[in-house]
C-alpha cells in the first residue's frame, strides 16, 4: 500500500496565462499523468492523487501575483501550509479510497469567469 501525491497547479488544467504555454503543459500534464497512475496502479493499493494550488504567498511572490490574489473569493492568497494540509490529507489513511483525484487549493478563484 501507498499514497502518491503529485504537485500540479491551476494554471494548466483549468486555467491560463499569456506567455506560460511551456508552464501550462507540464502543469495539465501532470494531472494526466496522476489520472493515468491512478488506474495503474490502483490495484496494488497505491492510491495517486494531485494538488493544484492556485495563489500561494511565497517568498517568490511578485507583488502583482500578491495584489491578484486579493480578487480571490476569500480575498487573499493562500499559505504553504494551507496546500500541505491537502498534501498531509491525501498521503493519510483518511484518503485511502481517494484515487485519481486533484484537490484545488485557490480560495474558489477558478470558480469565477475571467474578465479582461
Do not use: C
Not at 484515487?99 to 474558489?108: M, R
Amino acid at each position: 500500500h501507498g499514497r502518491v501525491v503529485n504537485m500540479a497547479s491551476v494554471t494548466g488544467p483549468y486555467v491560463s496565462n499569456e506567455g506560460e504555454a511551456a508552464y501550462s503543459a507540464a502543469k495539465a500534464g501532470m494531472v494526466g499523468l496522476t489520472h493515468a497512475l491512478a488506474l495503474e496502479v490502483g490495484r496494488s493499493g497505491v492510491t495517486v492523487n494531485a494538488v493544484a494550488p492556485g495563489w500561494i504567498a511565497t517568498g517568490a511572490s511578485t507583488p502583482e501575483e500578491l495584489l491578484a490574489a486579493q480578487n480571490t473569493p476569500l480575498g487573499r492568497a493562500g499559505t504553504p501550509e494551507e496546500v500541505a494540509a491537502a498534501v498531509l490529507f491525501l498521503a493519510s489513511d483518511g484518503a485511502s479510497y481517494v484515487n485519481g483525484a486533484v484537490i484545488v487549493v485557490d480560495g474558489g478563484n477558478i470558480l469565477q469567469e475571467r474578465k479582461v
